[in-house]
T-cell receptor, first 113, second 117 residues
Framework: KNQVEQSPQSLIILEGKNCTLQCNYTVSPFSNLRWYKQDTGRGPVSLTI?????NTKSNGRYTATLDADTKQSSLHITASQLSDSASYICVVISNFGNEKLTFGTGTRLTIIP | EAGVAQSPRYKIIEKRQSVAFWCNPISGHATLYWYQQILGQGPKLLIQFQNNGVVDDSQLPKDRFSAERLKGVDSTLKIQPAKLEDSAVYLC???????????????FGPGTRLTVT
């Protein structure tokens, strides 16, 4: 069964600090992995998309890594800001005829001043 | 570029009542998705359309949920009759038509928060 597990479930850090969110998946066949940011009351917004051959991808203060051998990904946030408070969802896409998205349950990140 | 539009943003109904949600995708996007997101969980795909045809509705509870996209643009999702466990955010997303070898980005609307009492 295709699954995406994220950790931690929730995280509280001080403004300006760094943090790393984890994603482990068992999805096959693998096409690409995405990290989404979902603000409260809003739809998810894509941060990064990585294919099998990509190990790292950055989007401003967000850096995602992918280890396709161990089926793990991480999202590192540098110099956190209050606006980073949101849920971060890891999504793995398989592509066997039709694209299938498997969503993680997300990590709820709270930045405190 | 205008985003995915959804209405209403919030809806409160009693169990056994009916409710309908509307979605207007990004112009030119052939593929439209409806997701159900229960509090604290990731979105779950309910149905996927390619133009006005259904691609995947394997997780749609067809005894109470229905969806249509008659003209291949706007879509409506209906629940009849609603149950307490249907309380969730219903997200609509759209993407360009599938092109071999190309990654398609999905763009999400703000969602409709449904509360069933």
């Amino acid at each position: 069964k295709n699954q995406v597990e994220q950790s931690p479930q929730s995280l509280i850090i001080l403004e300006g600090k760094n943090c790393t969110l984890q994603c482990n998946y068992t999805v096959s066949p693998f096409s690409n992995l995405r990290w989404y940011k979902q603000d409260t009351g809003r739809g998810p917004v894509s941060l990064t998309i990585m294919t099998f051959s990509e190990n790292t991808k950055s989007n401003g203060r967000y850096t995602a890594t992918l280890d396709a051998d161990t089926k793990q990904s991480s999202l590192h946030i540098t110099a956190s800001q209050l606006s980073d408070s949101a849920s971060y969802i890891c999504v793995v896409i398989s592509n066997f005829g039709n694209e299938k998205l498997t969503f993680g349950t997300g990590t709820r990140l709270t930045i405190i001043p | 570029e205008a985003g995915v539009a959804q209405s209403p943003r919030y809806k409160i109904i009693e169990k056994r009542q009916s409710v309908a949600f509307w979605c207007n995708p990004i112009s030119g996007h052939a593929t439209l998705y409806w997701y159900q997101q229960i509090l604290g969980q990731g979105p779950k795909l309910l149905i996927q359309f390619q133009n006005n045809g259904v691609v995947d509705d394997s997780q749609l509870p067809k005894d109470r949920f229905s969806a249509e996209r008659l003209k291949g643009v706007d879509s409506t999702l209906k629940i009849q009759p609603a149950k307490l466990e249907d309380s969730a955010v219903y997200l609509c997303a759209s993407s360009l038509a599938r092109t071999s070898g190309r990654i398609r980005e999905q763009y999400f609307g703000p969602g409709t928060r449904l509360t069933v009492t």
